[in-house]
C-alpha cells in the first residue's frame, strides 16, 4: 500500500480545493494560515503618515506647566525690575536724610548740593534700566525666549505652526496681559488647569509656551 512520497512524512497533500467551496482544514502538523479579510484597510505604520492629535503642541515637547512658567515670570522680573527697586529704595533714603536738616537752612543746602544730583540720577538709572530690561525682553521673547523662560527651558511659539511670535506680536501679547489682571489676575492661574497651559493673552494671540526639553 502507498503513503504517498517517502520525503513527505505526513503523506500525500490533498488536492487544492475548487474556487468558492469552503476551506478544509489543514492536515494535521501543518500550520493554518490566517488569509487576510476582504476590505479591511491595513493597520498605518507607527511614526509614518499619521495625523497629529487635536490639541498636542506644535512645538518640541509638551506644554509648558504653570510652575515653570510662574518661575520664567519670576526671573523676568528681577532682571527688569530688580535694579528699579534698588535704584528707588537708595533714593527714598537719601531723601529722608534731608529731613534732618529742617529748620537749618545751611544745612540743608549744603545736603541739597551732594543728594540731590544723587537722587536724580538714580531715578533716571531706574527709568532707563526698566524700560531697555523689558525691550530686551520683549526681542528675546519674540525670538523664543526670553531670559526666564531659557532659563526654566520653556519657549514661547504660535499655535498654528510653532514659529517664534517676533517683536510685535511679543508687545501685543504683552498689552494683552491687561485681560489676564482682571478680575483677581485670575488670567495668570489660567494655566494651571487649561488644556494648553495657555493665560487669556495666550487664547487672543494663539500663542503656547511648550517645553525645550
Not at 492536515?27 to 505604520?45: E, S, T
Not at 543746602?109 to 525691550?135: S, T, Y
Amino acid at each position: 500500500m502507498s503513503f504517498g512520497d517517502p520525503n513527505n512524512p505526513y503523506g500525500q497533500q490533498p488536492p487544492p480545493a475548487p474556487y468558492g467551496a469552503p476551506q478544509q482544514p489543514a492536515p494535521y502538523g501543518y500550520p493554518q494560515q490566517a488569509a487576510p479579510g476582504y476590505g479591511y484597510p491595513q493597520q498605518p505604520v507607527p511614526g509614518h503618515g499619521l495625523p497629529q492629535q487635536p490639541g498636542m503642541p506644535v512645538g518640541p515637547g509638551a506644554y509648558a506647566s504653570w510652575g515653570s512658567r510662574f518661575g520664567a515670570f519670576l526671573i523676568d522680573f528681577l532682571v527688569a525690575g530688580l535694579v528699579p527697586a534698588l535704584a528707588f529704595i537708595v533714593a527714598i533714603f537719601l531723601e529722608q536724610s534731608l529731613q534732618g536738616c529742617l529748620g537749618d537752612s545751611a544745612c540743608q543746602a549744603e545736603r541739597e548740593k551732594v543728594r540731590v544730583p544723587i537722587i536724580i540720577a538714580l531715578l533716571v538709572i531706574a527709568v532707563l534700566w526698566a524700560v531697555i530690561a523689558n525691550i530686551v525682553i520683549l526681542v528675546k521673547e519674540g525670538k523664543g525666549a526670553s531670559p526666564g523662560k531659557k532659563a526654566m527651558k520653556i519657549r514661547l511659539i504660535r499655535e498654528e505652526n510653532g514659529q517664534p511670535l517676533g517683536f510685535g506680536r511679543a508687545l501685543l501679547r504683552r498689552i494683552c496681559h491687561g485681560l489676564d489682571s482682571a478680575p483677581c489676575s485670575i488670567g495668570y492661574l489660567w494655566p494651571a488647569w487649561d488644556a494648553k497651559g495657555q493665560t487669556f493673552a495666550d487664547k487672543v494671540m494663539r500663542t503656547v509656551v511648550v517645553s525645550t526639553e
